[in-house]
């Protein structure tokens, strides 16, 4: 059964620091992993995807990595800012009966002062 | 539409009525997933479809909870009998075919019983 966690549950940092968001996965036979964020009482916002096949992705200030056979995955945010303060879920494409879906970790919660 | 829309955005409902939940894809994906993210449970896969094909129903949490797909478009989220127990956030997400596509969600919808 795949099982994602997430680490730390929740981090606090003044503004202009670089950060990292761990996430790990029980069963490498992974699709895809991607990254959202999702701010308080709103869906969620697709930061990064990387393919099963990749090793990293960027987009601006994120870049995400991806070890399948170690089971890990990091979220690096360079330079954080209040607007970073959200939720980070990590979430892994593993298939079901029928097909594919996402099994998401609890997420790690990010507070950035000002 | 330019995202996946859900309707509506919240529901209070009585313990023991019927609701149904609603989910607008994005034009062109053909595949269509439901989630729920309750307190203490994080993100968990509901159901899945693809296509015309029959449904992956593996996440369903009890036969209360059905849904179906019309036109390979729409699709409706019913929960019978509602229990306290089913209140939270139920987000609906969709995708080109495939597993390696990535998924966009919608607001989701607040559901509240009473």
């Known amino acids: 059964k795949q099982e994602v966690t997430q680490i730390p549950a929740a981090l606090s940092v003044p503004e202009g620091e670089n950060l990292v968001l761990n996430c790990s996965f029980t069963?490498?036979?992974?699709?895809?992993l991607q990254w959202f964020r999702q701010d308080p009482g709103k869906g969620l916002t697709s930061l990064l995807l990387i393919q099963s096949s990749q090793r990293e992705q960027t987009s601006g200030r994120l870049n995400a990595s991806l070890d399948k056979s170690s089971g890990r995955s990091t979220l690096y945010i360079a330079a954080s800012q209040p607007g970073d303060s959200a939720t980070y879920l990590c979430a892994v494409s593993y298939l079901f009966q029928a097909g594919t879906a996402l099994i998401f970790g609890k997420g790690t919660t990010l507070s950035v002062s000002s | 539409g330019a995202g996946v829309s859900q309707s509506p955005s919240n529901k209070v409902t009585e313990k023991g009525k019927d609701v149904e939940l609603r989910c607008d894809p994005i034009s062109g994906h053909t595949a269509l997933y439901w989630y729920r993210q309750s307190l203490g449970q994080g993100l968990e896969f509901l159901i899945y479809?693809?296509?015309?094909?029959?449904?992956?129903k593996s996440g369903l949490p009890s036969d209360r909870f059905s849904a179906e797909r019309t036109g390979g478009s729409v699709s409706t989220l019913t929960i019978q009998r509602t229990q306290q127990e089913d209140s939270a956030v139920y987000l609906c997400?969709?995708?080109?075919?495939?597993?390696?596509?990535?998924?966009?969600f919608g607001p989701g919808t607040r559901l509240t019983v009473l």
């Open positions: 997400a969709s995708s080109f075919s495939g597993e390696y596509n990535e998924q966009f």
């Open positions: 069963d490498s036979a992974i699709y895809n």
């Open positions: 479809f693809q296509g015309n094909s029959a449904p992956d």
